[in-house]
C-alpha cells in the first residue's frame, strides 16, 4: 500500500514538473518568435557610413540619393532614384547574396545584420575598407 502511494506521488511529481517545462519552452518560443525579424519587406536607406563619415537623411532625395531595397521571398528589388535592379537571393549565415535572376550568377555578396527595425549591409570594397547602408522598414 505504501509503495502505491509513493509510485502514484512520483508520478503526479513527474507529470508537474514535465507541465511546467513544456510550459516555459512553449513561452520561451513565443518569445522568440516575437523578437524575430523577417528581411522581408521594403528597406529605405536613411543613413550612410563611408570611410567613417556618417549622413543621416530624414527623406528620399535628402544628403544622398534615394535608395530601396524590397524583399520578397526568393527575390530584391533594389530602387535607387528610379534605377531598378531584379535580384534573387540567398542568405547564408551572416551573409545575403545577390544572383542574377536570369543566369543564376552571383552578383555581390554583402554581410549584413538584421533586427526587427534595421538593416545593415555591409560592403567591403578592394581597399577593404568597410561602408555601411542602415536601412528602415518604410
Known amino acids: 500500500m505504501k509503495q502505491t502511494v509513493k509510485f502514484k506521488r512520483t508520478l503526479v511529481l513527474l507529470f508537474i514538473g514535465a507541465l511546467s517545462l513544456t510550459t516555459s519552452c512553449s513561452s520561451d518560443s513565443k518569445d522568440e518568435s516575437s523578437k524575430s525579424s523577417t528581411i ?3 528597406w529605405w536607406n536613411y543613413k550612410r557610413v563611408d570611410n567613417g563619415v556618417t549622413e543621416v537623411s530624414k527623406s528620399c532625395g535628402e544628403d544622398f540619393s534615394c535608395l530601396t531595397y524590397e524583399f520578397q ?3 530584391c528589388i533594389i530602387n535607387e532614384e528610379g534605377y531598378i535592379d531584379n ?5 547564408d549565415g551572416d551573409f545575403i547574396k545577390f ?3 536570369k543566369t543564376e550568377v552571383l552578383e555581390e555578396t554583402n554581410k549584413f545584420s538584421l533586427t ?6 555591409y560592403r567591403i ?4 575598407s568597410t561602408d555601411e547602408l542602415h536601412f ?3
Not at 570594397?125 to 577593404?128: G, T
Open 40 to 42: 522581408v519587406g521594403k
Open 73 to 75: 521571398t526568393n527575390a
Open 87 to 91: 535580384y534573387s537571393y540567398k542568405i
Open 99 to 101: 544572383y542574377n535572376p
Open 116 to 121: 526587427k527595425d534595421e538593416l545593415i549591409l
Open 125 to 128: 570594397d578592394n581597399n577593404n
Open 136 to 138: 528602415k522598414r518604410k
